[in-house]
Structures are given as structure tokens and as C-alpha cells.
């Protein structure tokens, strides 16, 4: 069984689906009806603007977005999913991948999310830092010993979870896990608490959007975030993707949940290798291969 994974924010680069635009005249009409839908060129920014540019969340989502679901549109006979996932952001891209909600929907969504997380980020100053080296229990029962808003946010891998909250929550539950014997307690550069309770504000806002918006059933299972597990009822799927701003992201689970289901091939599909790594932290024997280029 095959299954195609999509990967979230923090994988942009300058230059992503550039080739695809210039060699796929399908790729092309997307990109350009995208610019529209935006109302701002994502294209010059994604093709060949500066880092700063492509962080900023407004602009980030939307790109990774693009990219993942334009090259899976692509690969034509080659995108034939058993079952599908994505990180954060990437279920997005897997959704609509699978068929559960059209190119034009999925856009929209994406792009109301992420400014609705920039206001929440801007509406209170937060944070997220990586875990390296713990179990997530230690994390967890640190994160719930602090007065201050911290939380587990992304279970990524066995031995990373990466946690969120208040600034002063995340620095203090940094400096009592560097003493629990962290490998690492490493700040991120994101530009607030995602998958906190500080994201209520963008989770109310959004889930009005996700209500009003047409879902279908999937081709094939799709695993959510929330609850690591195999969904293709649309009604369902709206649930969970309203609670996954709030709620942690269920990586590791999502990624021993397919396995145990019959997985025998992970191929991800959009810029970067984040998620074939991950995988292989789950179990080194698992067969991963990934598409970021257009293919021809």
C-alpha cells in the first residue's frame, strides 16, 4: 500500500515550483488562478523573492500549499494514494490531493487560515521550541507543571516534540527539560503558538469558513492530525480540521498508525525531505522516496 504525505510550514524555500511553472502548462493556469484568488502575485514571491518574503505566514502557507498540490496534479498515473497525510498545513494539501475538497476551496482556506494565525500570533506575542531526547511523557507532565501557557504541540518523531505557548511558558518549560536532560531545547522561528490554546481566536474565526465550504469523501483514507487515524467522512474531516488549530499535531501516531494499517511505501510530495525523515525515525526499514521537482 502506498501512501503520500504533505509537508507543513517551515518547508519553503525561494525558487520552489518554479520548474513546474515553466514546464507544465496545467501547473501554469493553477498558479495563475491562484495569484487571482489571492489577489497578490504568490508566484513572484515563491519564484523569486527573498526569505523574509516566503516567512511570513500569510505567505508561507499558501506557497507550500500551491507547490504540494500543484506537483501532485502533475504526476498524473504516478499520484495513486492508498491512504494520505500531511503535517499541520500539509493535511490541507492532502485533502484536497485525495479529492475531499477542489483546488479553488482548499486555497481559500489556507489563506484565510494563515491570516487568521498571523492576527492570533500578533495579538499575543508566543512561541514554539523543539524537544530533543525525552519521552513525550516527561515533556508532557513538564509542560503541564508550569502556571504559564505551554503545551505539546507536535509529536514529530520518537525522541522530538516540539512544544508551544506563552513566551514566558516555552522558556521555562525549556530550562526545566534542559534539566530533566534534554538533548536539546531549541526556540523556533515561528511567528507565534500554533497548535496552542493561543490559537483559539484563528480557530473560531476559521471554523465558520470550513463550515461554509463543500467537502466530499476522499479517494482513498486520510489520517488528521488530531486524532491519528484513518477518516473519509466529510463530516468528520471539517470536525478535525476545525480542532487542529488548537490541538497538537499527531505525527509520530499518524506515521505508526499507517504502518500498522499496511503501509509499505511513504512518498511525499512538495518541497523539502522533512517528513521522509521523520518517517524513518518511526522505522528506519520503511521505504521513502519523494517528489519536489516537476517529473516530466
Not at 475538497?101 to 506575542?125: I, T, Y
Not at 508551544?164 to 534539566?179: F, M, N, P, Q, Y
Not at 470536525?239 to 511513504?266: R, Y
Request: negative net charge.
Amino acid at each position: 500500500m502506498k501512501a503520500f504525505v504533505f509537508p507543513g510550514q517551515g518547508a519553503q524555500y525561494v525558487g520552489m515550483g518554479k520548474d513546474l511553472y515553466d514546464n507544465s502548462p496545467e501547473a501554469k493556469d493553477l498558479f495563475e488562478k491562484a495569484n487571482e484568488i489571492l489577489g497578490f502575485r504568490i508566484t513572484d514571491l515563491m519564484f523569486e523573492g527573498t526569505d523574509e518574503d516566503l516567512k511570513q505566514t500569510k505567505v508561507t502557507q499558501p506557497a507550500i500549499f500551491l507547490h504540494s498540490v500543484i506537483l501532485a496534479k502533475t504526476l498524473g498515473e504516478t499520484f495513486k494514494p492508498e491512504m494520505t497525510a500531511g503535517h499541520s498545513l500539509g493535511e490541507f494539501s492532502a485533502l484536497v490531493s485525495a479529492g475531499a475538497m477542489n483546488f479553488e476551496d482548499g486555497l481559500k482556506l489556507v489563506s484565510q487560515r494563515a491570516l487568521a494565525m498571523q492576527k492570533a500570533c500578533e495579538a499575543e506575542p508566543s512561541t514554539m521550541a523543539a524537544i530533543v531526547g525525552l519521552e513525550d511523557a516527561v515533556v508532557e507532565e513538564a509542560c503541564d507543571s508550569i502556571e504559564d501557557v505551554v503545551v505539546a504541540a507536535n509529536y514529530n518523531c520518537p525522541g522530538q516534540l516540539v512544544i508551544s505557548g506563552s513566551i514566558a511558558g516555552v522558556d521555562k518549560a525549556c530550562e526545566v527539560l534542559t534539566e530533566k536532560g534534554a538533548k536539546r531545547a531549541l526556540k523556533l522561528p515561528v511567528g507565534g503558538a500554533f497548535h496552542s490554546p493561543l490559537m483559539e481566536p484563528a480557530r473560531a474565526e476559521l471554523a465558520a469558513a470550513i463550515e461554509a465550504t463543500e467537502f466530499s469523501a476522499p479517494i482513498c483514507p486520510v489520517y488528521q492530525n488530531v486524532n491519528a487515524a484513518a477518516v473519509t467522512d466529510p463530516a468528520t474531516i471539517k470536525e478535525n480540521l476545525v480542532a487542529q488549530l488548537t490541538a497538537p499535531v499527531k505525527w509520530t501516531q499518524t506515521v505508526q498508525n499507517m504502518i500498522a494499517d499496511g503501509v509499505s511505501s511513504f512518498t511525499e510530495v512538495g518541497p523539502g525531505k522533512v517528513l521522509q525523515g521523520l518517517v524513518k525515525k518511526v522505522d528506519r526499514k520503511m521505504e521513502t522516496t519523494g517528489y519536489s521537482t516537476y517529473q516530466g
